[in-house]
């Protein structure tokens, strides 16, 4: 598009320094306010949040741990779509996890090994996500609307049906739908997408270890193909991780927590809860403007820890595209291209889930293998192609469904390339390339490193040999076209302490005012100019252990280049013996004074989690568990309270929303 400038002015705002402060620290000329934090009440009769672990009734609260949000535009009133207005909306958010003990007055308890029924109901519940109505005053302040009529909470008991090839499988069967065609809730949702159409995609991360599967037990009552696969996707907890299965509840056939027990003990898969692993690991599509509407797995996208799932550029009469990361240690970069070409007016359908049947049910799901000259190809994981086939000697797949479902199993014997824990992707709205954030991997070495993960090095204070930083991959498709099945590569940024080798760890040259670690969050803004023209910067959130001797968590702003701008580079990696090995990379432009820091956030906390008003002008940022190392006798951090109050001693830390603007009215980041 002729219209969008490329290469805009440099960013203007000044960096922050890195800091340990208990705050929300943005540049000067920049305001914080608090939006939406852990428990706020979202229905008229929801009492107040007093944060001492006494709260219940999470299903009508914000839940926990705030991850990937997302603006959804309404009208001035009543409860219509309108993409256009930046002063009213809904913001659709994760909670992906829960910091226990904060919920509860003391920590959680059990009784004789039991967890009480009503603490495991809290903690389910504060999973999942969010919709609640936000608006911003004739003076500029943001607030949400307690009483919203599209308010709504999805949690992990919340009904939901499955769509797309497994709809019906074998795999799905359980004592809940014995036909396999609905399930019950989402959770560990993390990172996040969207449809042109007005729909929200949530994705099922860490799903594996809330069951509980003793597996030397349940191993000898499970076929060899089960067993594998269940250890693929780590199926392995023998408590599951808050204990939900232990539950005695009130009601002897409520199976709310039940069904955290994944053992084959019963007569058949409706007779036990033995497939309640496969009801998590795919992508949800849900309507945030109508909450009647029943959430749908799509599972054409594949099951795996789904981090995110960003779509590529809509062109009508092109098949679109989501790019996800699947992020666990060596796991894989996966594309899935619609089966229906892109028409322009279908963005406006009032039916928005038969939008999704229509481009999210049927097409390919591609797995990326990367070349060490800077190409790469997109490998499709289609039954009876390429070794997915019922005579495969690893995994016998009997058909597509096994295939999605077991989505790791097929990338592994097609060939894919392991990487360095894929988190976010995000899309250059000029350019088309797609970016992808690969946050570290502990378990990188030199023996194994590859042109697109390419460093393995000790990174003190952690003296073990691994990719301590991280990475930030971008990727560039053949045509510039989402149905590309070709594509070429480089690294935009590694992440490293501006302190560290510059010949081969901190590649990129960062320096003081832009050096990050363990990039995660990852977003291209909507902002456009004064002109109209897109002006596009790529926001980068941190959520790292190895640099928070130096800083808290981070978010930063770039004005990206492009694919191809920078230059070979042969790196240097060792063992733990001292032996060298070297590895060829292709390295971007070194970032200067077009990658700064934005924010730092509070004690402890991750920042993860980010989208703007239409025109750019408000930002909404997550923040997650501060003072996520603390206790009930050592709270660590105190923060929104510190935030709002300047000191809150004694204050429970809590997960919430903050919206950041320009003192002018301008838009951030410009
Ligand atoms: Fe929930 Fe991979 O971050
Ligand atoms: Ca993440
Ligand atoms: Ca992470
Ligand atoms: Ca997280």
Request: hydrophobic share 35%; with cysteine; aromatic share 10%.
């Amino acid at each position: 598009d002729t219209t969008i400038n490329i290469e805009p002015a440099a960013l203007t705002f000044s960096a922050v320094a890195k800091n340990k402060n208990d705050v929300v620290t943005v540049p000067a000329g920049y305001t914080v306010s608090v939006l939406y934090r852990c428990g706020d009440p979202i229905s008229a009769s929801t009492p107040a949040y007093k944060n001492d672990g006494t709260d219940t009734g999470f299903s009508t609260r914000a839940g926990d741990n705030h991850d990937a949000l997302h603006w959804f535009g309404l009208a001035a009133s009543g409860n219509t779509r309108d993409e256009t207005n930046s002063t009213r909306g809904l913001l659709v958010m994760n909670h992906e996890y829960i910091f226990q003990t904060y919920l509860h007055p003391n920590g959680p308890t059990s009784v004789n090994g039991a967890r009480p029924e009503s603490e495991a109901l809290k903690e389910i519940e504060a999973h999942g996500v969010s919709v609640v109505e936000v608006s911003q005053a004739a003076n500029g302040a943001w607030s949400y609307n307690q009483s919203g009529a599209l308010n709504r909470r999805i949690t992990p008991n919340t009904p939901t049906a499955f769509s797309g090839p497994v709809r019906g499988s074998s795999l799905l069967f359980t004592a809940y739908s014995p036909t396999g065609v609905a399930g019950r809730g989402t959770i560990n949702n993390c990172a996040n997408g969207y449809t042109p159409w007005g729909t929200s995609l949530t994705c099922e991360e860490n799903w594996a270890g809330y069951f509980r599967r003793p597996t030397s037990a349940d191993n000898a009552r499970r076929s060899a193909k089960e067993v594998t696969a269940l250890a693929r996707y780590g199926v392995t907890s023998s408590s599951g991780n808050y204990g939900w299965a232990t539950v005695v509840a009130s009601d002897s056939t409520n199976t709310t927590f039940r069904r955290w027990d994944a053992q084959a003990t019963g007569a058949s898969a409706t007779a036990d809860f033995r497939n309640e692993p496969n009801q998590y690991g795919w992508v949800l599509e849900m309507d945030p403007y109508d909450p009647s509407t029943t959430p749908r797995k799509r599972t054409a996208l594949g099951r795996m820890n789904h981090e995110g799932c960003w779509p590529g550029a809509f062109v009508a009469g092109r098949k679109p595209a989501w790019y996800m990361g699947d992020d666990a240690r060596n796991e894989y970069l996966y594309k899935f291209v619609s089966a229906t070409a892109w028409s322009a007016s279908d963005a406006g359908a009032t039916d928005r889930l038969a939008m999704g049947d229509k481009y999210l049910d049927s097409g390919t799901l591609y797995v990326a293998k990367f070349a060490a000259d800077g190409t790469g190809t997109w490998l499709p994981l289609v039954f009876g192609q390429n070794g997915l086939t019922a005579s495969n000697a690893t995994y016998a797949f009997a058909d597509q469904a096994d295939v999605l479902t077991h989505c790791r199993l097929a990338a592994d014997i097609v060939g894919a390339t392991k990487m360095d824990r894929p988190e976010w992707t995000a899309v250059n709205p000029v350019t088309g390339e797609m970016y992808l954030t690969l946050t570290n991997n502990s378990q990188r070495t030199s023996a194994n490193t590859d042109a697109a993960n390419p460093r393995s090095y000790q990174d003190a204070p952690n003296f073990s040999y691994a990719n301590h930083n991280g990475h930030i991959l971008r990727l560039r498709e053949s045509g510039d076209t989402t149905e590309a099945t070709a594509f070429r590569w480089d690294i935009y940024a590694f992440g490293a302490g501006s302190d560290l080798n510059a010949q081969n760890i901190n590649l990129s040259n960062l320096d003081a005012s832009n050096d990050f670690s363990s990039p995660d969050g990852l977003w291209f803004g909507r902002a456009t100019n004064a002109s109209g023209q897109g002006n596009p910067l790529l926001w980068i959130q941190t959520d790292d252990g190895a640099f928070t001797d130096q800083t808290n968590n981070q978010m930063l702003a770039a004005i990206p280049g492009t694919v191809g701008d920078g230059a070979m580079r042969t790196v240097t990696n060792f063992n733990a013996a001292g032996a060298s090995t070297t590895t060829t990379t292709i390295v971007g432009k070194t970032p200067g004074a077009s990658l700064k820091r934005f924010l730092v956030g509070p004690v402890q906390c991750e920042v993860t989690g980010v989208d703007s008003t239409p025109d750019g002008r408000t930002l909404f940022v997550n923040i997650q568990h501060p003072g996520e190392d603390g206790s009930i006798s050592n709270i660590t951090s105190n923060w929104p309270a510190s935030q709002q109050t300047g000191s809150a001693p004694g204050n429970r830390p809590r997960s919430a929303t903050v919206v950041i603007q320009r003192t002018d009215g301008g838009i951030v980041g410009l």
